[in-house]
């Protein structure tokens, strides 16, 4: 048995390994360590045995507390959808103008909006109700039908020109290509341009109100400004649904695009219509 080596400096035994002419001290572990340490030996034995930890061939040890992750979080999902329950009988029970009024379930309906709307809404108005090119943006102060929550919920629930359901918004704009010739449509959309922009042709807008008057304003107003309860927007808001310019105009005039939204009330239900409605009515826009 070769001798031990002691280290000469501090008089340690080293452990005999040698790099490049260094030596490993053999000093003992500090006391605490190693306590610290047969401590967490005892701690997984327990843990082991408590709870379950041993994989088996198809599932694993179930643990002297039969404790499990998965019950637990079915507990929070019960204990949530309880709390839910709650909120939503009570939005059931009240018109959205009560809900609107509560604080409590104003936010509730409000976060419950929004998810309803990511999914059933966004694809036609956007992830951030701004809409597109014929879908109208909800954040505006714009409003074909009204904006305040009972008109809202009217047309969440029933929809527009949705032939399934008897209760919907219905208008329609007609076609004005065999009632009026090339020179008049361009004179009406230098007209209605210029109620908000400056016209291609100042002569040609005077020449359209007139025709506007006789034609447009039964619907829209002799200002321009729409009707709410028909459904006809708002032309002296510089805001455009079907398209910007006097080109868009012309083409609107001679061959109308109409929209179509469906109704909500029967896939979704009364609850969640409410819901929407609050949400929708809290983007700005909301009278």
Known sequence: MSEKHIDEISGVETTGHEWDGIREL???????????????????????????????????????????????????????????MTF?????????????????????????GASAFKVNCAPCHGSGASGGPGFPN??????????????IQTTIAHGIRFDADPNT????????????????????????WGLTNTPSDPTKAEAGK???????????????K???????PNLADAIWLKGRGEDAIIRQITSPRHGVMPAWSA??????????????HSLGGGK
């Not at 009632?179 to 009406?188: P, R, S």
């Not at 896939?267 to 929708?280: D, Y």
């Open 26 to 84: 053999n000093n003992p572990m500090p006391r605490w360590w190693v306590w610290t340490f047969c401590v967490t030996i005892l701690w997984a034995v327990g843990y082991a045995i408590a709870y379950p930890a041993i994989p088996m061939i198809t599932s694993a040890t179930k643990g002297y507390l039969g404790y499990s992750t998965r019950a637990e979080l079915q507990q929070d999902l019960d204990l949530a959808k309880t709390k839910q």
């Open 88 to 112: 939503q009988d009570m939005i059931a029970a009240k018109t959205v103008k009560e809900i609107d009024a509560d604080p409590a379930l104003r936010e509730f309906a409000v976060a419950g």
């Open 138 to 151: 909800l954040n505006d102060d714009d409003w074909l039908w009204g904006g305040d929550l009972d008109s």
């Open 169 to 192: 918004h219905v208008s329609e704009m007609p076609a004005f290509a065999d009632i009026l010739d090339a020179t008049q449509k361009k004179q009406v959309a230098a007209y209605v």
């Open 226 to 232: 729409g009707k709410i309860e028909m459904g006809a």
């Open 267 to 280: 896939r979704l239900g009364e609850t969640a219509v409410k819901e929407l409605t609050v949400f929708v």
């Open 210 to 224: 007139r025709i506007f008057l006789d034609n447009c304003a039964a619907c829209h107003g002799e200002d321009g």
